[in-house]
């Protein structure tokens, strides 16, 4: 199985500062068809996850663009540019490449 | 807008059986594959399995810790997809979601294996 692996596992933030938030995976997620199956969520507290980022750095409907996506092969990097209080909750990166699909252990991010 | 619901979710024995549905509204459900992801209380997301579009042929996937107990299907007449849970153990309780391309997700039912 390709284990996710996040850092850090808790991050607390000033409001308008920015955040990063790593994951590395144990296995390339390039696909041979070009792609990198490469997820991030977020989710906020007593709610299902929220797609922010697919396939590395394109953001999903909705999303702010305060939120990037970017790294290759196995090391990833969430950006928040300026985080706000509405960003708080748990951001989970995932791969889809490889059967069985899994998930990073979860970063807590919470506002100073 | 795509809606995902899922519903069927309680409290079970461990080692009964229990059912959940998925049910879809605001897309070609017949189109698309449906996963299912679970969340044991004050942990991470797991994923469960999913179940590829007829026009792949209909077919699924576990994880292993589900594999042999648990089972997707799918009715696309009525946008549903099912996750049938046999021999519950007390490890299977979790909130279960499903999700379509990752990008919708329902709310979640919670299921509690316990006696």
């Known amino acids: 199985d390709i284990v996710m692996t996040q850092t850090p596992l808790s991050l607390s933030v000033t409001p308008g500062q920015p955040a990063s938030i790593s994951c590395k995976s144990s296995q390339s997620l390039l696909h041979s068809d070009g792609k990198t199956y490469l997820y991030w969520y977020l989710q906020k507290p007593g709610q299902p996850p929220q797609l922010l980022i697919y396939?590395?750095?394109n953001r999903f409907s909705g999303v702010p663009d305060r939120f990037s996506g970017s790294g290759s092969g196995t090391d990833f990097t969430l950006k928040i540019s300026r985080v706000e209080a509405e960003d708080v909750g748990v951001y989970y990166c995932?791969?889809?490449?490889?059967?069985?699909?899994?998930f990073g252990p979860g970063t807590k991010v919470d506002i100073k | 807008e795509v809606q995902l619901v899922e519903s069927g979710g309680g409290l079970v024995q461990p080692g009964r059986s229990l059912r959940l549905s998925c049910t879809a509204s605001?897309?070609?459900?017949?189109?698309?594959?449906m996963s299912w992801v679970r969340q044991a209380p004050g942990k991470g997301l797991e994923w469960v399995g999913f179940i590829r579009s007829k026009a792949y042929g209909g077919t699924t996937e576990y994880a292993a810790s589900v594999k042999g107990r648990f089972t997707i299907s799918r009715d696309d007449s009525k946008s549903i997809a099912y996750l049938q849970m046999n021999s519950l153990k007390t490890e299977d309780t979790a909130v279960y979601y499903c999700?379509?391309?990752?990008?919708?997700w329902g709310q979640g039912t919670l299921v509690t294996v316990s006696s």
């Open positions: 995932m791969q889809s490449i490889q059967l069985p699909f899994t």
């Open positions: 396939e590395v750095s």
């Open positions: 605001g897309f070609t459900f017949g189109d698309y594959a």
């Open positions: 999700t379509r391309d990752w990008g919708s």
